[in-house]
């Protein structure tokens, strides 16, 4: 990366934290990078390939190595393909207004972390490739998620409706129905605690599954519904705004509990061996072990 000064690298580092700065719940990586050249001018070099590389600009590689030094400065947090910054990222960014100075200090605080580190012998020691093995991972997984991501989205409502309806069961709760394909009243699982149903709260579950973020609105409607000992489990492919999350957080009287595509994969892989033969041919998904450095 002798091309890329360090003044640039900051630049397109001060880009991706505008990106973020009033996201509070993150971006995917991938539609960071992919906003990248409709906010600077990129140069030839930034955007040709590396040999070893083909799939992915130099800029992306560049801007994603440099991000390294930023995760352990405290500055960004790298989770589940989405990219978040911490205060301490904002304030760096207001401090230090030069794209240069910015990058700099970042990478001090990398080079303090690693002065510090505990030495382990038997482990990798060149710098570069312990550097490389999280960089890897990063990738993969991104990718990984988007794949699946893709999987989910492609599948009919009534199809994700099912695999929730199969969670439920593997977190070993009862499904007593499950709506049929057509108009309902805004119910489409009815779970219980135990076999008969004799225990509260009943769970009543609504499935949204969709491109579009629920709203507000979309979740007070649900909310009426909910009895007083009725939990109320919200899913929602497309996820949820910040007012329909604010909304469930304020909730005193009804109890809900949100379900976005990223908590619902989580929960899958949580409960995967719990799952019925017939739930995994539905979702089936297949662990591929990494390198990963040691701390």
Known sequence: MADIT??????????VFEQL?????????????DAIPNSIQLTEYEKGFYLSTPNSPRYEKIIRFATIDLVHAGWLVKSKGRWFITEE????????KDPEDFYKEAARLFYEWKRNRPKKEGLITDEEEV????????????????QIKQFLQKMNAYEFQELVAD?????????????????DSGIDIIAYTD????????????????????????????????????LGLFVSSGGFTSGAREEA??????????LDLENFFDLWIEHYEKLSQEARQRFPLKPIYFLAPVE
Request: glycine share 6%; aromatic share 8%; charged share 35%.
């Open 89 to 96: 990222g904002r304030q760096a960014y207001k401090k230090y």
């Open 249 to 258: 957080r304020t909730q005193e009287r009804r109890k809900v509990t949100l």
């Open 6 to 15: 360090r003044k640039r690298t900051g630049e397109f580092l001060r880009i």
């Open 21 to 33: 700065w009033d996201k509070t719940e993150g971006l995917p990586a991938k539609d960071i990078l």
């Open 167 to 183: 969670l439920l069961r593997a977190m070993d709760y009862h499904v007593s129905w499950v709506a049929p394909p057509g108009k």
């Open 131 to 146: 550097q490389k093995i999280p960089f890897t991972i990063e990738e993969a997984e991104e990718k990984a998620r988007e």
């Open 195 to 230: 076999p008969l149903g004799a225990s509260v709260p009943r769970i009543k579950v609504q499935v949204k599954h969709r491109d579009q973020s629920t709203a507000v609105e979309g979740l007070r409607a649900f909310l009426s519904v909910l009895g007083a000992d009725e």
